[in-house]
C-alpha cells in the first residue's frame, strides 16, 4: 500500500511545487501565445488550406512541449533533492509520478492550443471529432512519455536547454508524422475504421515508449 501511493505523492509535491513558482505554466501560456499571435499576424487576411492549419497545429504543439516539459528532472537536480528522491522512492515511481505531472500540463496545454485554434482559425474545420480527439488523445500520451524519459536523460547534462530539443526531434519525429495524418484525415471525415493503421502506429508508439521508458530509468536515474 505504501509503495502505490509513492507516485500520487510525488504528483502533488510536483504539482504544488508547480503552482508557486508557475514556471512550467507561464513558459507554456507565453509560447501559446505569442507563437499563435504570430502565426495569425504573419497570414493576415490570407485564406490558409485546412491541412496547412493542421499541420501548424502541431508545430505549436511540439514547440510547446519544447518550452515547458524539459524540467521534470532538472528541477529536483537545481534544488539537490535528486538523493532525497533517490532514497525515499524506487525508481518506477519517481518516473510514474513525473509522468503523471507532465500528462496533466500537456492534456491542459493542448485543450487550450486546440481551443484557441478552433475559435481563432476558420479554415481549421474537423469533420471527425470522435478521430481528432482519438489522434489528441494518444498523442499527448506519445508526447508526455518521451519527454519524461528524455528529461531524465539531460538533467545531468551541461546544456539542458539545448540537449532537450536535439533529443526530443528525433523521438518525436514519427509521432508528429503520424499525427498530422490522423490529423488531415479527421478534416477530411475519414472514419476510425479507416485511419486504424495510423491509430495502431500510436498506439505501438506509446506502448513501446513506455515499456522503454521504465526499462532504461532505472539505469538513467541511478547514473
Not at 481551443?115 to 479554415?123: G, V
Amino acid at each position: 500500500m505504501k509503495m502505490s501511493i509513492r507516485p500520487l505523492a510525488l504528483f502533488k509535491k510536483d504539482w504544488q511545487s508547480e503552482i508557486r513558482t508557475r514556471y512550467a505554466i507561464n513558459a507554456l501560456a507565453m509560447f501559446i501565445l505569442v507563437t499563435i499571435s504570430v502565426i495569425l499576424f504573419s497570414i493576415g487576411d490570407e485564406k490558409i488550406t485546412e491541412y496547412l492549419s493542421g499541420g501548424l497545429l502541431w508545430v505549436v504543439i511540439f514547440f510547446s512541449a519544447m518550452s515547458g516539459l524539459s524540467r521534470a528532472f532538472v528541477s529536483e537536480e537545481e534544488r539537490g533533492t535528486t538523493l532525497t528522491l533517490q532514497l525515499s522512492a524506487p525508481p518506477s515511481s519517481i518516473f510514474t509520478g513525473k509522468l503523471l505531472f507532465n500528462l496533466l500540463l500537456v492534456f491542459l496545454m493542448n485543450f487550450v492550443i486546440t481551443f484557441l485554434y478552433i475559435t481563432l482559425f476558420d479554415s481549421f474545420i474537423v469533420k471527425n471529432y470522435s478521430l481528432f480527439l482519438f489522434a489528441i488523445v494518444l498523442g499527448n500520451i506519445g508526447i508526455s512519455v518521451s519527454s519524461t524519459i528524455i528529461a531524465a536523460i539531460i538533467s545531468k547534462a551541461g546544456s539542458k536547454g539545448t540537449l532537450y530539443p536535439v533529443l526530443s526531434f528525433p523521438i518525436l519525429l514519427p509521432l508528429i508524422l503520424t499525427l498530422l495524418e490522423l490529423t488531415k484525415f479527421a478534416i477530411d471525415g475519414d472514419t476510425i475504421a479507416g485511419s486504424f493503421v495510423e491509430l495502431a502506429v500510436l498506439v505501438c508508439y506509446d506502448v513501446i515508449m513506455l515499456a522503454a521508458s521504465y526499462m532504461l530509468f532505472d539505469f538513467v536515474w541511478k547514473d
